[in-house]
């Protein structure tokens, strides 16, 4: 069955420039979360979302990081005035139930901020 | 929060021998422990977990093992194989409910022909 799928697979952006990152997660999975994998580290959390509701965003590193998931399957994590230590693969992972569970990862969109 | 430990960041082993990584976590509530492999330019792909109340899990040649009172467990891989060069995450969950995994920072396994 098909995978998470995330997009774009890369994406070049201007300093400044606002970018939208979605991910699509495998169908009935309740639980999503995004994660930040900078170069030759492990990926570092940065929001859950359980159904439409976004339970945890303690990882967003600045207001300018904004995540949603309206109707509780599809999400999109928008970076607003990006910056270059913004520069990194963005990971989608989604599990079907809340908490301990495996998660499933998308293959990351790449974001490079020029 | 929790903090997640993992070492070598580096490991080189002949093909055939047996790799150990190891990793240790602060939350004592934390009770799932994953471990992904990933290869360059890919995604994290689960290979194995162990829950507290279990000690050990082996998958054919993929063990776990869990020591909740020293807080560490431990990825043994044994008679290597080329496809096993990557790079393995370690991961604990946040415990006390929460749902996000903290990941160690990685170990890049070189696999010797």
């Known amino acids: 069955g098909a995978g998470v799928s995330q997009s774009p697979r890369y994406k070049v952006a201007k300093r400044g420039q606002d970018v939208a990152l979605r991910c699509d997660p495998i169908?009935?999975?309740?639980?999503l979360f995004w994660y930040q994998q900078a170069l030759g580290q492990g990926p570092e959390f940065l929001t859950y979302f359980q159904n439409e509701a976004q339970l945890d965003k303690s990882g967003l590193p600045s207001d300018r990081f904004f995540a949603e998931r309206p109707e509780g399957s599809v999400s999109t994590l928008k970076i607003q005035r990006t910056q270059q230590e913004d520069s990194a693969v963005y990971l989608c992972?989604?599990?079907?139930?809340?908490?301990?569970?495996?998660?499933?990862f998308g293959n990351g969109t790449r974001l490079t901020v020029t | 929060g929790e903090n997640v430990e993992q070492h070598p960041s580096t490991l080189s082993v002949q093909e055939g021998d047996s790799a150990v990584i190891k990793c240790t976590y602060s939350?004592?509530?934390?009770?799932?422990f994953p471990w992904y492999k990933q290869e360059l330019g890919k995604r994290p792909q689960l290979i194995i977990d162990i829950r507290s109340n279990v000690g050990e899990k082996k998958d054919q040649r993929i063990a776990v093992t869990l020591n909740k009172t020293a807080k560490h467990f431990s990825l043994h891989i044994t008679e290597t194989q080329p496809e096993d060069s990557a790079v393995y995450f370690c991961a604990a969950n946040s415990g006390g409910g929460a749902d996000g995994l903290t990941f160690g920072k990685g170990t890049h396994l070189i696999i010797q022909p």
């Open positions: 992972a989604s599990s079907p139930q809340r908490g301990n569970s495996p998660l499933h």
């Open positions: 939350d004592s509530a934390s009770n799932y």
């Open positions: 169908s009935g999975h309740v639980s």
